[in-house]
């Protein structure tokens, strides 16, 4: 069993959809959760970070974090095709220690 | 405010030759961790650093591959003696690495490496 799962896609949604991507995971010690946005041939970039369990907004964005379930989310509200890209989850243990990726899931958001 | 500079973005060698790939971290930023990503694939740990010490390295070849992060100047990761298997994208974070809560890492645009 891989450390950290996620759906590889791809996800196709309409323009304006609100989008729900996953990953679960098999270490309960992770504490710190990130989700990163890739568009081909570029470097991840950090869309949202979540310490422990909770819930964090921003903008259009949502993180969740179940940590019971070993479970995260990440919801685009209003999806735009702009939005089309690869979204990674990492997480780590603690502070300091590297980052564990899921293997990203591929979203089309079609006009 | 640069972000985290990885050069070359490209970057092509012949199977036997090294290569040298650069990273400079964010300002503030002390710590830099290194990925590497396959076509198709996740990121992959590499090597974690601080200025001047290498904090884990679980995730580097046992040959042929090296990485420090001096005190002075970027960070690089080494590949001597390069075979085709080394073909990917070499990505580098970096993070602030003070505090609990300022663990968040911020990658570059990466290094791609082709070997021919």
């Known amino acids: 069993q891989k450390e950290v799962e996620q759906d590889p896609g791809p996800l196709s949604v309409p323009e304006g959809a609100i989008v729900s991507l996953n990953c679960t995971y098999s270490?309960?010690?992770?504490?710190?959760f990130m989700w990163y946005r890739q568009y081909s041939r570029k470097g991840p970039e950090l869309l949202m970070y979540t310490y422990s369990s909770g819930n964090k907004e921003d903008g259009r964005f949502t993180a969740q974090v179940d940590k019971s379930s070993k479970y995260i989310s990440l919801f685009i509200r209003d999806s735009q095709p702009s939005d089309s890209a690869t979204y990674l989850c990492a997480m780590s243990r603690y502070y300091g220690q590297n980052f564990v990726f899921g293997p990203g899931t591929r979203l089309s958001v079609l006009p | 405010n640069a972000g985290v500079m990885q050069n070359p973005r490209h970057l092509v060698r012949r199977r036997g030759q090294e290569a040298r790939l650069r990273c400079s971290p964010m300002?503030?930023?002390?710590?830099v961790y290194w990925y590497r990503q396959l076509p198709e694939e996740g990121l992959k740990f590499m090597v974690y650093l601080q200025k001047e010490n290498i904090i884990d390295e679980s995730g580097m070849p046992k040959e042929r591959f090296s990485a420090e992060f001096p005190k002075e100047g970027p960070s690089i990761l080494r590949i001597q003696q390069v075979v085709r298997g080394d073909s990917a994208a070499y990505f580098c974070a970096s993070s602030p690495g003070t505090g609990e809560m300022n663990t968040e890492a911020f990658f570059g645009q990466g290094t791609r490496l082709t070997v021919v």
């Open positions: 270490n309960s010690a992770f504490q710190y």
């Open positions: 300002k503030g930023h002390s710590h």
